[in-house]
C-alpha cells in the first residue's frame, strides 16, 4: 500500500503530519507542516485551527487568535474553531469577549460535556469563579466516566484553591484512565482541544509546567465530601443516643415516651437539615456524583437518615422495635463511617 505521505503537495498530508508532530510535542515542526498546508489552501479550516491549537500550546496568543478567526472567516460555525478562539480570547485576558464566545457555548450545546468542560476552562482562564466549578460539575454529571470532565474539574477546583476536591477529582480522573494522572504541561484546554470528544483518552504529558496542577493523591485514601464526616457522625450519634434519651427519660410511660420521641426526632431531624444546608454547593454536587461512584458511601447517607425516621415511627405508631432498629441504625452509621475513613 501507498504511503499517505508519498504526495507532498496535498494539504490533507499536511496536516496529517502536522498531527503527529504535535503528538510528540514537536510544535515548531507541526507549525511547518501546517505552513505547507496553508501555502496550497489558505482557507484550509482545518489547518487553521490545528495551527492556532499549536499556538496556544506554545503561549502564543495572539497568534493562536488570528489563526482561530481566520478559520472562522472561512467557516463561521466551526466548533474547534470557535473552541480555540475562545480560549485564546481567555489567555489574552480579554474577559469580556472570552466570557461571550463562552456564554455562546453553553447556549448552543448546554447538555455537551464536551462544551461544558471547554467552558469551564474557558471561563477559569478569564476569571476563577463559581461559574467555573458548575460547569465542571456538569461535565462530570453528564459523563461522569470521562476522565477528563474529571482531570477538568481537579485543576478548576484547584486554582479555587479547594484542595481536597481538586484531589478526590484527580484520582477519579485516574481511576478512569491511569495514563492521565500525570499533569499536563502549560494551559490545560488548549491540549484537550486537539482531541475531539470521542477520543478515548488525552495524551499523558512526562512532566509539568503548570503551577495549578494538582498533584495525584494516594489511591488508599478517599475522603469523605468536605463536610460530610460531621454530618454521618452527627447523625449517627442521634441514632444511638435518642433512643436511650426516650426509653430513660420516660421512666417507662408509654404516652411520655412517644412525646418525647416526636419532639427528638423533629428537633434532630431539624438539627441535621439545617447542618446540610449550609454545606457549600460544590459539596452536594461531588456528593450526588460520589452516590453514583461510591455505593457504601450512598449507603451510608441512607442509614444515617433513617434513624429520626423509625424514632417517628415509633411515636406514631408506638411499635416499641422501631427505636431498637433506630439504635441499630446508629450504630450502623457509626460503623460505616468507620470503614470508610479507613478504606
Not at 490545560?188 to 470528544?197: D, I, K, N, Q, V
Amino acid at each position: 500500500m501507498d504511503s499517505p505521505y508519498d504526495n507532498i503537495g496535498d494539504a490533507a498530508t499536511f496536516v496529517a503530519r502536522a498531527e503527529l508532530m504535535f503528538d510528540l510535542e514537536r510544535y515548531d515542526e507541526a507549525r511547518d507542516e501546517l505552513g505547507g498546508a496553508l501555502s496550497l489552501d489558505p482557507a484550509n479550516v482545518e489547518a487553521l485551527t490545528l495551527l492556532a491549537i499549536v499556538e496556544l500550546q506554545v503561549e502564543n496568543y495572539d497568534e493562536a487568535l488570528t489563526a482561530a478567526s481566520s478559520a472562522l472567516d472561512a467557516e463561521p460555525t466551526h466548533e474547534r474553531a470557535v473552541l480555540a478562539r475562545a480560549h485564546a480570547l481567555a489567555l489574552l485576558h480579554r474577559t469580556n469577549e472570552a466570557l461571550d464566545a463562552a456564554d455562546s457555548l453553553q447556549q448552543w450545546y448546554p447538555d455537551s460535556w464536551w462544551y461544558n468542560m471547554h467552558y469551564a476552562l474557558i471561563v477559569r482562564e478569564a476569571r476563577n469563579g463559581q461559574d467555573a466549578l458548575d460547569a465542571a460539575w456538569a461535565a462530570v454529571r453528564l459523563a461522569p466516566e470521562e476522565a477528563r470532565a474529571h482531570l477538568t474539574l481537579a485543576v478548576v477546583a484547584a486554582t479555587l484553591g479547594l484542595d481536597d476536591l481538586a484531589n478526590r477529582a484527580l484520582s477519579a480522573a485516574a481511576r478512569f484512565d491511569p495514563n492521565i494522572d500525570a499533569t499536563l504541561e502549560g494551559e490545560l484546554g488548549p491540549t484537550l482541544l486537539r482531541y475531539g470528544p470521542d477520543a478515548s483518552h488525552a495524551r499523558p504529558r512526562p512532566q509539568s509546567t503548570s503551577n495549578d496542577a494538582p498533584r495525584r493523591p494516594s489511591r488508599s485514601a478517599k475522603p469523605l465530601p468536605d463536610g460530610f464526616d460531621r454530618l454521618l457522625r452527627a447523625a449517627a450519634a442521634i441514632g444511638i443516643a435518642l433512643p436511650m434519651l426516650v426509653v430513660c427519660a420516660s421512666q417507662g410511660e408509654s404516652a411520655v415516651m412517644r412525646t418525647i420521641a416526636a419532639l427528638g426526632s423533629i428537633g434532630a431531624g431539624v438539627g441535621l437539615f439545617i447542618y446540610a444546608r449550609r454545606l457549600p454547593k460544590h459539596v452536594w454536587d461531588e456528593t450526588r456524583t460520589r452516590i453514583d461512584e461510591d455505593k457504601l458511601f450512598g449507603l451510608m447517607l441512607v442509614v444515617a437518615a433513617a434513624s429520626p425516621v423509625l424514632t417517628m415511627l415509633y411515636a406514631v405508631s408506638g411499635l416499641l422495635y422501631a427505636l431498637g432498629i433506630a439504635t441499630l441504625t446508629g450504630m450502623a452509621t457509626l460503623g460505616l463511617l468507620v470503614m470508610r475513613t479507613r478504606a
